[in-house]
């Protein structure tokens, strides 16, 4: 397979992946998918012979989408409480409005819980395929995953009280 | 779905949340042209912290004499009496791999040897075993009785290459999911303690020095690593440049070349230093070195560039006119052959190595692999339907062998 054919098949799931992992900001998920498509076009014949490209391609931006979260993550935060999240427009249907509202709960969550959603949610894949590509343990995926799911449902749902004190940080894109 | 078991009302809501939230997003259409426009600022910038990253070094173990690396295969020391046999590796079939044996007496294909995914194969020196690489596992099969072993369990870290030390004792195997070596002992069929690679990503290839003393593996970080493989102690990265990872070591042992994206970088294997790029016009696709030590082919999207180990300069480059996918060279060294995968129709193509022309295409449909007896008289080549023997007497090609897995090829082996 070619690299063009590849990117022809694979560029918009690959794209929709990045847009999630980079919290629906278009400018950074496009910086992303380049990145990671500039990483498997260097070494294109090798990355074939893996016989999964895509599978490749999807480590490098998962990874990528991380370390550029770390980065980040240094600068100032702000907390967000359970339920801080602005508020579904009024004129929308429940649906969407909750749809919307959990997007833009998922974009506040730390960088690792947010991927490993993404991947285990929106790329269908097992906790051990996530942690092969994050390179951690499988304990820690689920960790992880429980942990987000936990939060996202605190900001969505903020019925549901939290520990007393506790509060949600997010970093400022 | 399997991979989830039964979902929360609330999973399923998030799930559906993602779906829609990217419904529909497309890529920028000049996707293509954004990546290599990026790829070009990125190997001139890593071309300048290359040159600078060459002062700082180290020195490791000086190597010997005698000749293997990356694609060339294991030297053969004994020769058990074991039937001549090709091996053919398809990788997805169903999801599931084959091993396709074809005996070279008769040039009949055998029962195909079925696995859960075939990736790289490589047979030991000694000819008695061919060990796949197939995922978290590499499966050793008796080339006596073509019959799988137990699955050898390298851990979560996929297997990607594996390559057997001329001692025919170690064979490390690259897992690409976690950066790690794993050293398989032959004997026992059993693993060591995996290690990582600490610099660069995905190792990918793995060459070893004729001694055995050195491996070397390449990553994508644009860097190769030695190993002492005594210790199994990593030394010092040396940087190569862009697409730095597939290599071949020189009979003598002494230099290693490494394939990048628009040169090839020699390195001294005494030293661990680069030497300076020899430019190539386009992406490295195989390396391959003549038995005599004295040429490097380099392989790319339509020429073939020899390149002179005693000056290291390239020559004229061979026009193929089609991208180049795999290339051998026969045991006296005098003819070089290149699979040509693409048409109309694929090829495999000789190439004089005294006169450094191209013969007439042997023309068979799309080749993808090409492997040659060690022998010199047969040539090999896997294509989509078909596995052609071609007589390197003639450069003619023989009855095609049919009733062959569909699925692209993988990989040729051939026992010693």
């Known amino acids: ?173 | 779905m399997e991979a989830f078991g039964v979902m929360t009302d609330f999973e399923r809501r998030l799930r559906a949340a993602m779906e829609s939230a990217v419904a529909g997003e497309q890529p920028p259409r000049n996707l293509v042209q954004q990546v290599r426009r990026r790829h070009r600022w990125h190997t001139a910038r890593v071309g300048v912290a290359g040159a600078a990253a060459v002062a700082v070094v180290a020195v490791l173990v000086p190597v010997g004499v005698g000749a293997f690396g990356h694609g060339s295969g294991p030297a053969g020391r004994h020769r058990p009496k074991i039937a001549p046999t090709v091996y053919v590796a398809y990788p997805n079939l169903d999801k599931a791999g084959t091993i396709l044996p074809i005996s070279i007496a008769t040039n009949t294909p055998g029962k195909p040897i079925h696995l859960r995914f075939s990736g790289v194969s490589v047979i030991t020196p000694d000819g008695r075993t061919l060990y796949v690489a197939t995922g978290d596992a590499v499966v050793p099969i008796s080339t006596a009785t073509n019959t799988p072993g137990k699955p050898i369990h390298i851990g979560t870290s996929r297997a990607f290459e594996i390559s057997i030390n001329p001692d025919g004792k170690t064979a490390y195997v690259t897992g690409f999911l976690k950066d790690t070596i794993t050293p398989l002992n032959i004997a026992t069929n059993t693993p060591g303690k995996p290690f990582h690679v600490r610099i660069g990503i995905f190792p990918t290839s793995i060459a070893f020095t004729p001694d055995g003393k050195t491996a070397y593996i390449g990553t994508v970080g644009d860097t190769i690593t030695p190993i002492n493989t005594a210790t199994n102690t990593l030394g010092k990265p040396v940087h190569v440049g862009a697409g730095g990872d597939d290599m071949a070591i020189t009979p003598d042992g002494r230099t290693a070349y490494v394939g990048g994206n628009d040169a090839v970088t020699p390195i001294s294997t005494a030293t661990n230093t680069a030497g300076k790029p020899i430019p190539i016009s386009r992406p490295e696709s195989d390396i391959a070195i003549t038995p005599d030590g004295k040429t490097v082919y380099v392989g790319s999207a339509s020429t073939v560039t020899p390149i002179s180990t005693a000056t290291n300069t390239a020559g004229k480059p061979i026009r193929i006119g089609r991208p180049v996918l795999d290339m051998a060279i026969t045991p006296d060294g005098k003819t070089l052959y290149v699979a040509n995968p693409e048409g109309p129709p694929g090829a495999v193509t000789p190439i004089s190595t005294a006169t450094n022309t191209a013969g007439k295409p042997i023309r068979i449909g799309a080749s993808l692999v090409i492997a040659i007896t060690p022998d010199g008289k047969t040539l090999y080549t896997a294509a989509l339907n078909k596995v052609v023997p071609i007589s390197t007497a003639t450069n003619t090609a023989g009855e095609p062998i049919r009733h062959v897995p569909f699925g692209y090829p993988r990989e040729i082996v051939i026992t010693p």
């Open chain 1, 1 to 173: 397979m070619s690299f063009e054919e590849f990117v022809q098949d694979c560029s918009p799931r690959l794209f929709r992946t990045a847009l999630l992992l980079a919290g629906r900001d278009r400018a950074a998920a496009e910086d992303l998918l380049q990145l990671a498509l500039e990483r498997a076009y260097r070494h294109w014949a090798r990355v074939c012979r893996t016989g999964e490209p895509e599978r490749y391609v999807q480590r490098i931006l998962a990874n990528a989408s991380n370390d550029r979260w770390r980065r980040a993550a240094r600068r100032p935060e702000r907390l967000l409480r359970p339920g801080d999240a602005d508020p579904p427009a009024q004129d929308q249907s429940d649906a969407v409005a909750e749809r919307d509202f959990l997007m833009r709960a998922l974009a506040a969550l730390p960088p690792r819980q947010r991927t490993v959603l993404v991947l285990r949610y929106f790329n269908d894949l097992s906790e051990a395929e996530i942690a092969d590509a994050l390179g951690c343990s499988v304990g820690t995926v689920k960790s992880q995953v429980s942990r987000g799911l936990a939060r996202l449902r605190d900001i969505a749902e903020p019925d549901t009280e939290p520990p007393a004190g506790q509060m949600w940080r997010r970093s400022v894109s």
